[in-house]
């Protein structure tokens, strides 16, 4: 096996970064349709580069890869996925409460 | 290698019908699919399963796989038939396509590519499953003409995300010799996190997803930063919360007091009257970023324990002199 070593100029995206509706598909196993409805739905945001471009934040990619995951394997629609992520964010977020009343409330 | 008994891991018949293995899969990705099971071991038992459903679900890898017999018990050692895999349609080249294997995290040495974007990969499956399916066989996948954009996870510290860091990646993809016969290329890359990186930020790297096999371009590797739990700080967004312990005569009097924070030790003043679980806000001193995060200082008021004469006799004194009744909010 070859064995090569460089350096990679590596480019952080952020809010202000947008990334090909068909990259998104392609990274996140989702089809055009699926990514439209979903920017419908509100769970992503979407802008339109005329003629026929979309563009998605490079910030709901995480997002967007949940959802791919969730109706790739679980076989649900993209309603289904979308409530499904939705439900597990709240719950992440009840469960970082949690634990920092656990933290306030253990001895120390 | 050892066998693997891909009915019992579903937990059908051997004589069970396309519909109940599909049903018997949807019913165990839903408990242990990563992204929403708590169950220990999630992960591996997905991928399992994952791997079972498919050879299960294709009529042409079940038909080759039951040729094996139903004699095979699960962690037999196990070798392919000389024959193995005649018979079959021939359906791709021998070699896999590009990307890496699996592995990041804070060891600083990476493996990342293909079989981290979370879909299915043949990378991702067991030594059984590529003897029987992977390259050289006639179950190989076929090699695809477009670059494709990869993905991958990489975790790091909190004190890593405040500093900034780098981590060494080991991209493994195939190249074609003059000779026509592939050859495994081994890339190791050193990526810089910069400081400031938020938890599932993402950073690109261009052109180093999956090559070209024409005269395409080769796809971009995304990488998506995870930021390990902290023994002190919470973080949230850019801010981060610390936990911090005061006794009763600093919340009621005020009190001057060393915080730690991510950049560093820091002198705050705890104004008089403070109650447990209040919250101080110093302004900046969470994760760099425009604009830079916060550090939440959460008071937790903790008690002496009255375990010497002179502490219950301050307890007494208190409880003598003090006109204070902690309930006085529960009565009518």
């Not at chain 2, 070798?79 to 079959?88: K, L, M, Q, V, Y």
């Not at chain 2, 992977?134 to 510290?157: C, E, N, S, Y």
């Not at chain 2, 004194?317 to 006109?323: D, F, Q, T, V």
């Amino acid at each position: 096996m070859v064995r090569v070593t460089h350096r990679l100029e590596a480019h952080v995206l952020d809010e202000g970064d947008w990334i090909a509706a068909t990259e998104i598909c392609q990274l996140c196993r989702l089809d055009l349709g699926a990514v439209r409805e979903l920017a419908e739905l509100g769970v992503v945001a979407a802008r339109e580069i005329p003629p026929d471009q979309w563009q998605i934040p490079a910030t709901a990619l995480p997002r967007l890869r949940v959802v791919g995951r969730l109706m790739h394997d679980l076989g649900v629609n993209v309603s289904g996925a979308a409530l499904a992520l939705e439900l597990l964010e709240a719950r992440r977020e009840l469960e970082r409460r949690i634990r920092t009343l656990e933290r306030l409330a253990s001895d120390h | 290698m050892e066998f693997r008994d891909y009915y019992k891991v579903l937990g059908v018949e051997r004589a069970a019908g396309a519909d109940q293995i599909k049903t018997a899969y949807r019913r165990l990705a839903r408990k242990y699919h990563p992204d929403v099971s708590k169950e220990p071991n999630a992960e591996a038992r997905f991928k399992e399963m994952q791997e079972a459903y498919e050879v299960l679900k294709d009529p042409q890898k079940r038909a080759a796989y039951d040729q094996l017999g139903a004699d095979w018990k699960a962690g037999e050692q196990f070798r392919p038939p000389p024959d193995w895999g005649s018979g079959f349609e021939f359906s791709g080249g021998a070699a896999r396509p590009g990307g890496a294997r699996r592995g990041a995290g804070r060891a600083g040495r990476s493996r990342a590519g293909a079989a981290e974007d979370g879909a299915f990969h043949e990378q991702d499956f067991s030594d059984f499953f590529s003897s029987l399916f992977g390259g050289g066989t006639p179950f190989a996948t076929a090699g695809r003409g477009a670059g494709r954009d990869h993905h991958a996870r990489v975790g790091i510290d909190l004190e890593e995300a405040y500093r900034g860091t780098t981590r060494t990646l080991e991209l493994r993809r195939p190249e074609v010799k003059p000779d026509g016969s592939v050859q495994l290329r081994t890339h190791t890359v050193r990526v810089t996190i910069p400081a400031g990186v938020a938890e599932g930020q993402l950073i690109r790297l261009a052109g180093q997803g999956e090559p070209a096999t024409g005269a395409g371009q080769a796809g971009d590797l995304y990488l998506e930063v995870h930021i390990q739990p902290h023994r002190l700080f919470q973080l949230e967004g850019r801010d981060v919360t610390l936990t911090f312990p005061v006794a009763p005569w600093e919340a009621a009097l005020g009190a001057s007091v060393t915080v730690p924070t991510l950049g560093g030790t820091v002198e705050m003043h705890i104004p008089a009257g403070a109650q447990s679980g209040q919250k101080l806000r110093l302004r900046g001193r969470g994760l760099p970023g425009q604009p830079a995060g916060d550090q939440y200082v959460q008071l937790k008021v903790v008690l002496p324990p009255a375990n010497s004469p002179q502490a219950k006799a301050l307890y007494e004194e208190m409880r003598s002199k003090l006109n204070f009744d902690p309930r006085a909010n529960l009565s009518g």
